[in-house]
């Protein structure tokens, strides 16, 4: 059989789409016969590693990617940079353990959650990143057609799943009772993290029931870290620095609330 035809039926595209470059590298390097093999099947290894990863990528549904190399720590220093980069070996995630990330609007909790879930997607698991409210929707709905339990269980199989905002929206009891079943469904398999602009004190409200609210906590925080982000929002520093906003904190405090209510 051809050499092309037979990578086609083995699916080795990768290495089919290399071939010539492959065997032009080896010729010049001289390799011998298991040094070649051995770079030959990197090449189908690499391929398929980085098509995984853009396949998971697609899958988790982040808003954007950013990195958390791309996150500035000194703009933000009550952040330990160590605490992230603790995270950002995935240990949390190989436990089952949770994240939350507190702070008000601007300070990094979007791009810190979605940093560690690329890099989750990047060491192989399966990622889902939802706003609270897409979350909501999802759920509601299908409470409604019948399918709750399919719904709760597609949501307890991505190894991580991200729950973006909570705290602006206050949830009915209904929302309040079906997200307390998803942590419930999720606690010590997978992990969580949960980004909010609300202090634990304040998830009462949020939840529109005390007792609902500490049972949710006491699961969600039983093996968990915490970031707590005190500092400035990263989106007024570039407004100002493009000359949008003046220095007083007052104003830029009631700017922010605009920005993002
Ligand atoms: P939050 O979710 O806390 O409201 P975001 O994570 O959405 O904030 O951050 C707002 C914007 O500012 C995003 O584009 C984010 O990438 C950027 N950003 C926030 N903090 C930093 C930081 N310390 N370094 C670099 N970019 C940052
Ligand atoms: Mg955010």
Partial sequence: MELTNLLGKLKMDHLEAQLDVVCEQAAKRELDYKSFLSEALQTEW??????????????????????LDQFDYDFQPSLDRKQVRELAG???????????????????????????GVKAVEAGYSVLFLTLES??????????????????????????????????????RTEA?????????RYERSSLIVTSNKSFLDWGEIFNDHVLATAILDRLLH???????KGESYRLKEKRKAGLLGQPRAEAENEEVITDA
Wanted: net charge positive; hydrophobic share 45%.
């Fill in 223 to 229: 093996y968990s870290t915490t970031l707590n982000i």
């Fill in 135 to 172: 979350l909501m929707t999802r759920l509601v709905r299908a409470q409604h057609e019948n399918r709750l339990e399919r719904s709760l269980q597609q949501l307890t199989y991505p190894k991580l799943l991200m729950i973006d905002e909570l705290g602006y929206l206050p949830l009915s």
């Fill in 90 to 116: 995935l240990s949390f995630v190989e436990r089952a353990h949770n994240v939350v990330i507190l702070g008000p609007p601007g300070v990094g909790k979007t791009h810190l959650s979605v940093g560690l």
């Fill in 46 to 67: 690499q391929g398929r590693h980085l098509r995984g990863i853009e396949a998971r990528l697609r899958l988790a549904r982040f808003p954007w990617v950013k990195t």
């Fill in 177 to 185: 009772s079906l997200f307390f079943r998803l942590v419930v469904r």
